[in-house]
């Protein structure tokens, strides 16, 4: 009795759909395979950002509808603004995927399309840290003064720092 061949390995544009993608990760899976779980964690990421960017949409649109909202300063009026259009920008690049894999269906194009949604999601969550860490600055400079304000500003930008390099290099050194 001979035992079966064990699995062949693909090279990154290797068509042969049996292939093992990447045979150093553990995994006994095709290109296709891959593609199509990376696709999911990037689904369920854009899910999990989505309700917090939505949150803090609605937050911001319903804040120029407030009767003390023409008592802000220009300062305020201004750093609003910024976050509005922040906010608009984060709900574009959140719906840039949905909207790539609808047009690229069918097309075999599902690597591509898991790089490009990869790069945007990067893009979604920078920008979406920011508006948070503009945010709290704003709550904070109309609640309690402008220095309060560039305060935790600078604190949440620190922790935004801390969760994007020191907290995965961390987790890399115990796993």
Excluded: C
Aim: net charge neutral.
């Amino acid at each position: 009795m001979t035992a079966a061949p064990g699995p062949r390995h693909a090279e990154p544009d290797d068509a042969d759909a049996d292939l093992d993608a990447d045979p150093a990760d553990g995994r006994d899976e095709t290109p296709v395979e891959k593609a199509d779980r990376n696709w999911g964690d990037i689904l369920q990421e854009l899910r999990a950002v989505q309700t917090g960017t939505q949150i803090i949409t609605g937050f911001l649109l319903a804040v120029a509808f407030q009767p003390k909202f023409a008592d802000l300063e220009p300062y305020e009026v201004g750093l609003y603004l910024v976050l509005v259009v922040l906010a608009g920008f984060a709900t574009v690049l959140g719906l840039a995927p949905v909207i790539m894999h609808r047009r690229l269906f069918g097309q075999r194009q599902k690597p591509t399309l898991v790089r490009q949604a990869n790069r945007l999601l990067i893009a979604l969550l920078v920008v979406v840290s920011l508006l948070a860490a503009g945010v709290t600055s704003l709550i904070f400079d109309v609640a309690v003064n402008r220095t309060a304000g560039f305060v935790a500003l600078g604190v949440a930008l620190v922790v935004v720092i801390v969760f994007w390099t020191v907290v995965p290099r961390v987790g890399r050194r115990r796993g």
